[in-house]
């Protein structure tokens, strides 16, 4: 994601919202840039953590570990959180971390054992640099690309060794030994699935057929659940291709043959082979009743935006369709579910540790599970209305929900002086 990128989404909901010149300024205007360079055994390692509003609360947001980091996409991504958390209705801002580091090379390099001591050194590196503006009433970390609840341990033990106290609330998505909870892994998929499930409670016919992009945490989580209840996975990709069966799969068993030979169009060795060979821009387009979308940015876009023949789409992943060819989905009648709405699930689950963390209790999963339902129920209806009243997309429209709160925070506050 680039700024330009958010610039332009910004202007189309601005439009929508006749916003005034000033709003749109504060939106573009960051609380806290900090930028500094890790350095371990010589090598250097540039790093930022930004904040983009916290008129809402802490800031919040993950730190992603990956070579191709900037600060233009740092920057980009704390306006999605932003985003993101306001429209789940959060008491956080929004904020994002990263790290240029490649994760994947430093194995090859320096080997598991020597690789997982170097992202030690910079994960502890990383707090020894920003411990002072990280908090859990000031900015709340989270795991993003190449970072893990490990990562979240190295970071927590080293920011409470430097503050001299315990605060688990200062980064979610910590090991459970740590205060995290067992919601984390499945928050994404659980959240994207209630969704689902409210849209088809409001279809006639539940017998729906649905096709999973990207078979990982998310995507497989989703089609597990689906699976459970009954529904038709009819097919299924990871990035070696994808498998088609029009009665639908046992997910289960497709999981399996996954994790044993390494992907979903493999077969056991015994010979047992699952649905037919597709190709993943089959998949994309296949005649089904929703479209997963559970692996990479840009796969909808406006080459193939018109042969995409689902009538949902859901945006597990981020940015998967692009705005233009959001466009040219609408206008053909497709419902995507945007990805700040369907994969808010994570942001919520952070949420619901954060607060465990700083209320000292322990929440059982089943209390867990219905704060989820009931919040993600809340910001599905919330933007569905919207999108029905203004006749704008549900992308738009929750861009516009969320941008509502977030000004009216800063009015609140008498940081923006005419918002109406
Ligand atoms: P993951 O790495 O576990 O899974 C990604 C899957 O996509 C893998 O199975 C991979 O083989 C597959 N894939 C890669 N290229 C593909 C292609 N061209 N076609 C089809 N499949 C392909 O990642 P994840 O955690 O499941 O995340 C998936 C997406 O969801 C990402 O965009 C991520 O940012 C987003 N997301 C995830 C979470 C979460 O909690 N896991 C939260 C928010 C957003």
């Known amino acids: 994601m680039v700024f330009e990128n958010v610039v332009a989404m910004l202007d189309k909901v601005s439009k929508v919202m006749e916003l005034k010149e000033e709003e749109k300024q504060k939106l573009l205007?960051?609380?806290?840039?900090?930028?500094?360079?890790?350095?371990?055994?010589?090598?250097?390692?540039?790093?930022?953590?930004?904040?983009?509003?916290?008129?809402?609360?802490?800031?919040?947001?993950?730190?992603?570990?990956?070579?191709?980091?900037?600060?233009?996409?740092?920057?980009?991504?704390?306006?999605?959180?932003?985003?993101?958390?306001?429209?789940?209705?959060?008491?956080?801002?929004?904020?994002?971390?990263?790290?240029?580091?490649?994760?994947?090379?430093?194995?090859?390099?320096?080997?598991r054992k020597g690789a997982d001591?170097?992202?030690?050194?910079?994960?502890?590196?990383?707090?020894?640099?920003?411990?002072?503006?990280?908090?859990?009433?000031?900015?709340?970390?989270?795991?993003?690309?190449?970072?893990?609840p490990q990562t979240m341990g190295w970071m927590l033990d080293e920011f409470e060794k430097l503050k001299g106290k315990h605060e688990p609330g200062v980064f979610t998505g910590k090991p459970i030994a740590l205060g995290g909870i067992p919601l984390r892994s499945d928050s994404t998929a659980k959240g994207g699935y209630i969704m689902f499930k409210e849209i088809i409670s409001e279809l006639k016919n539940q017998d729906v057929t649905i096709a999973v992009q990207g078979f990982g945490n998310a995507g497989y989580f989703f089609a597990?659940?689906?699976?459970?209840?009954?529904?038709?996975?009819?097919?299924?990709?990871?990035?070696?291709?994808?498998?088609?069966?029009?009665?639908?799969?046992?997910?289960?068993?497709?999981?399996?043959?996954?994790?044993?030979?390494?992907?979903?169009?493999?077969?056991?060795?015994?010979?047992?082979?699952?649905?037919?060979?597709?190709?993943?821009?089959?998949?994309?387009e296949l005649d089904v009743d929703f479209l997963i979308l559970a692996a990479l940015e840009n796969q909808v876009t406006t080459e193939n935006a018109s042969k995409i023949k689902a009538k949902y789409v859901i945006e597990l992943a981020n940015g998967p369709v692009t705005t233009e060819a959001d466009d040219i989905l609408y206008n053909n009648g497709v419902?995507?579910?945007?990805?700040?709405?369907?994969?808010?699930?994570?942001?919520?689950?952070?949420?619901?540790?954060?607060?465990?963390?700083?209320?000292?209790?322990?929440?059982?999963?089943?209390?867990?599970?219905?704060?989820?339902?009931?919040?993600?129920?809340?910001?599905?209806?919330?933007?569905?209305?919207?999108?029905?009243?203004?006749?704008?997309?549900?992308?738009?429209a929750s861009y516009v929900l969320a941008i509502e709160r977030i000004l009216g925070a800063e009015k609140a506050r008498g940081r923006l002086c005419c918002y109406k």
């Not at 959060?90 to 994002?96: V, W, Y």
């Not at 291709?241 to 030979?261: T, W």
């Open 29 to 111: 205007t960051f609380t806290r840039v900090s930028h500094d360079e890790i350095e371990v055994d010589g090598e250097k390692y540039p790093t930022w953590r930004i904040v983009h509003n916290d008129a809402l609360g802490p800031g919040k947001g993950g730190i992603r570990y990956h070579p191709g980091v900037s600060e233009d996409e740092v920057k980009s991504l704390s306006f999605w959180m932003s985003i993101k958390n306001s429209l789940a209705g959060l008491p956080f801002g929004g904020a994002k971390g990263g790290v240029i580091i490649d994760p994947k090379a430093l194995v090859e390099k320096l080997g």
């Open 224 to 284: 597990s659940m689906a699976g459970k209840d009954g529904h038709r996975v009819v097919a299924v990709s990871d990035s070696k291709g994808g498998i088609y069966d029009e009665n639908g799969f046992r997910v289960e068993e497709v999981k399996k043959i996954k994790d044993e030979e390494g992907s979903v169009v493999n077969c056991y060795k015994d010979g047992g082979c699952y649905g037919k060979k597709i190709s993943n821009e089959e998949l994309l």
């Open 117 to 148: 001591k170097r992202l030690e050194a910079v994960s502890r590196g990383f707090v020894q640099k920003f411990h002072n503006v990280l908090g859990q009433d000031i900015d709340v970390p989270a795991p993003d690309v190449y970072t893990n």
């Open 335 to 396: 419902v995507v579910v945007p990805d700040v709405l369907a994969n808010s699930g994570g942001v919520v689950g952070s949420y619901l540790e954060w607060v465990q963390n700083r209320t000292g209790m322990i929440f059982e999963e089943d209390y867990l599970v219905g704060r989820l339902d009931k919040i993600m129920k809340k910001s599905y209806h919330a933007v569905d209305q919207l999108h029905k009243d203004k006749n704008v997309n549900m992308r738009v």
